[in-house]
Nanobody
Framework: QVQPVESGGGSVQPGGSLRLSCVAS????????IGWFRQAPGKEREGVAA????????YYDDSVMGRFNISQDGSKNTVYLQMNNLKPEDTAMYYC???????????????????WGQGTQVTVSS
């Protein structure tokens, strides 16, 4: 079983940028969707963005629309999350998820993903 692997987290000041990477391979699913989620202390895990690897469909949570950009490099089996104009409320552990089941319209539902990475910490503070 292959597990997604995230990298790229760190500490930045408000307004700064980070690019997260997720290497996910070895999956054979009808719906080839990769999702980015985040979880802050004391809060539930929430969907940030998702991309359909084959069709290119992209979804964002309203809280990151216009600031975050999800993309893929198929040759590297890698999905990126470019995060710009970061805010303190973006502080969280960020997770990559793969092995999606069902209709992509439900990309926010954590239970639809079978494989999760260990997470990478993003801290935004002055």
């Amino acid at each position: 079983q292959v597990q997604p692997v995230e990298s790229g987290g760190g500490s930045v000041q408000p307004g700064g940028s980070l690019r997260l990477s997720c290497v996910a391979s070895g999956y054979t699913y009808t719906n080839n969707v990769i999702g980015w989620f985040r979880q802050a202390p004391g809060k539930e895990r929430e969907g940030v963005a998702a991309i359909h690897i084959d069709d290119g469909w992209i979804y964002y949570d309203d809280s990151v629309m216009g600031r975050f950009n999800i993309s893929q490099d198929g040759s590297k089996n890698t999905v990126y999350l470019q995060m710009n104009n970061l805010k303190p409320e973006d502080t969280a552990m960020y997770y990559c998820a793969a092995g999606f089941r069902g209709n992509i319209r439900y990309w926010r539902l954590t239970g639809r993903y079978d494989h999760w990475g260990q997470g990478t910490q993003v801290t935004v503070s002055s």
